[in-house]
């Protein structure tokens, strides 16, 4: 693929050029694509996590005073399930699963199209993704 751009012809180099910048065009669409999904993801995530700590404050708003008395259910530690149990979902669902679903997407394609121009490379190349994602792994866990 590098001959075209040592190429003379210039109907070649004008063809050659416009399916380039039409490939480019696309994958930055694609990539646009990407980030608009995770917006989404971000909003509905943020909805859900909205709808679920009014349900849980609506049940907990109906218990009879005698369930406040109990051990493990005073207004501190129900304060702390309204904000932290539903931000663990809110981060399960929102914008972690769209990042995810980008990541997966981008590496699809990019595999697609090393393998497409470059196949031996891209054989060797993708045999590190494991050890990548089990270093990634790692870390989240020291993180954690």
Known sequence: YVHY???????????????WCGLFGAVAMAGLTGWVLQGF????????????????????????????????????????????DC???????????GIKIQLIGSIGIGLAVALFFQWKVALVTSAGIPVIALAAAGRQKLIT
Do not use: N, W
Request: proline share 4%; charged share 20%.
């Open 5 to 19: 751009m040592y190429s003379h012809d210039p109907s070649e180099l004008r063809t050659q050029s416009a399916l």
């Open 41 to 84: 993801y971000a909003v509905a995530g943020e909805r859900l996590t909205q709808r679920l700590r009014e349900s849980l404050l609506r049940a907990i708003l109906k218990q009879d005073a005698g369930f406040f008395d109990k051990p493990g259910h005073d207004a501190g530690v129900m304060s702390s399930v309204l904000s932290g």
């Open 87 to 97: 931000e663990c979902v809110h981060q399960l669902v929102g914008p972690s699963l």
